[in-house]
């Protein structure tokens, strides 16, 4: 490809301001909350993108709380009405040369690895990623005088420290500023042909994000996984360069991390845990207020996140919530953190020349 590509900030058109997308996913009551018979406060109207949760058990509280959203998805929402209802258009800006970012916020074990990557082997119950790169491919295929590079890479956030799962012995990566967005100099990046090259990638990146962990659902929760796809798009006849990214993430536990009875290693563990959310969320809030200054400098994943909040980016937070009264505050937390989110507002710029 011998034509340049315009850095984000220096060209490109520019689309009015947007807000950040933020849609509310609900799953279904698991086994053990049915068996103990933990109540259902959760009510969704997906028509309305309304979601009211019910306050069962303090009777001097206002009953219900209601919320509105871009959308709202509940235990009945297949993977696939999700898919092309919410991402199906961001992926497509993407290929049109814009930067996306989809974020899964919420509490362990409310459905954010299933909605992100979803149940390996079964085309129905698969997640985002795996969509994302079957949408990316049939149009690769079906784009006649395009040329088209695709690399992916994979990493996440433990602790402060940039994990590059695609080369996990790297040392000491750090998120760099270039232009008007972020990057991490050497993250390791590989090229990718097909639908299949890029499952490989995410299996061989998930199956290094278990490496030295004994306790690999707790690892996960502990951690942020971000898997970032760039796509050159050449057009052969004008000799023009598009490229599109985007960002997958699936983000730590949103739960505060106990302290109780925890070792100094898991202190020290729970603090930095607590640090990455707590700093999400005062970006959120500084830029939901319009305030002058954005904190964005306080951990790595916000200044990772930089670009994808407030900044040139298309973005969609997803957040997932379980059903049941079991959960009320941390629902009620972040359903919360969603509302606030909505009122972040993005400058997509076309990433082409
Ligand atoms: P998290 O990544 O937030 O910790 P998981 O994705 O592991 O949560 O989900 C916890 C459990 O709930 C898993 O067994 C998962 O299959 C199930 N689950 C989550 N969301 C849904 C859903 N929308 N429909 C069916 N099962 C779900």
Redesign the pocket.
């Known amino acids: 490809m011998s034509a340049k590509t315009r850095r984000p900030g220096t060209g490109g058109s520019q689309t009015p301001n947007e807000c950040v997308q933020v849609v509310v ?4 009551m ?1 086994n053990r909350e049915r068996s103990e018979g933990s109540p259902e406060v959760v009510n969704v109207y997906p028509n309305r993108g309304v979601v009211e949760l019910q306050n069962v058990v303090d009777a001097n509280k206002e009953q219900r709380k209601v919320f509105t959203y871009d959308a709202a ?1 509940d ?1 009945t ?1 297949s ?1 696939t009405t999700l898919y092309h209802e919410v991402v199906f258009p961001l992926v497509s800006s993407v290929l049109e040369g814009f930067n996306g970012c989809i974020f ?1 916020y ?12 979803g ?1 390996r082997g079964n085309d129905e ?1 698969m997640g985002i990623i795996p969509r994302t790169f079957e949408q990316i491919w049939l149009h690769i295929n079906r784009t006649e005088n395009f040329q088209f590079l695709v690399d992916v890479s994979y990493l996440e956030i433990y602790m402060e420290e940039l994990r590059d799962l695609l080369k996990p012995n790297s040392k000491h990566l750090e998120v760099r500023e270039r232009g008007s967005g972020v990057y991490v100099p050497n993250l390791h990046a590989i090229n990718c042909k097909s639908v299949d090259d890029m499952i490989k990638v995410m299996q061989v990146g998930n199956k290094n994000r278990t490496v030295g962990f004994t306790n690999m ?1 707790e690892h ?2 502990r951690s942020h996984a971000i898997f970032m796809i760039k796509i050159e798009m050449c057009d052969t006849e004008t000799n023009t360069i598009k490229v599109g990214k985007l960002n997958l993430i ?1 983000l730590a ?1 949103s739960e505060r991390q106990s302290k109780t009875g925890a070792s100094a290693e898991r202190l020290k563990e729970a603090s930095k845990i607590n640090l990455a959310l707590s700093s999400l969320g005062n970006v959120i809030s500084a830029l939901a207020e319009s305030s002058p200054h954005v904190p964005y400098r306080d951990s790595k994943l916000t200044r990772l996140l930089q670009d994808s909040l407030g900044g040139n980016s298309k973005t969609i937070m997803i957040a ?1 919530i379980g059903p049941s009264n079991y959960n009320y505050n941390e629902t009620l937390t972040t359903l919360r953190y969603a509302s606030r989110a909505k009122s972040i507002q993005n400058q997509p710029i076309k990433n082409e020349d």
């Open positions: 996913r609900c799953r279904p698991s998805y235990a929402a993977q899964a919420g509490q362990t074990g409310t459905g954010k690895t299933f909605t992100m990557e149940v119950l659902n996960s929760s699936d536990g997932n």
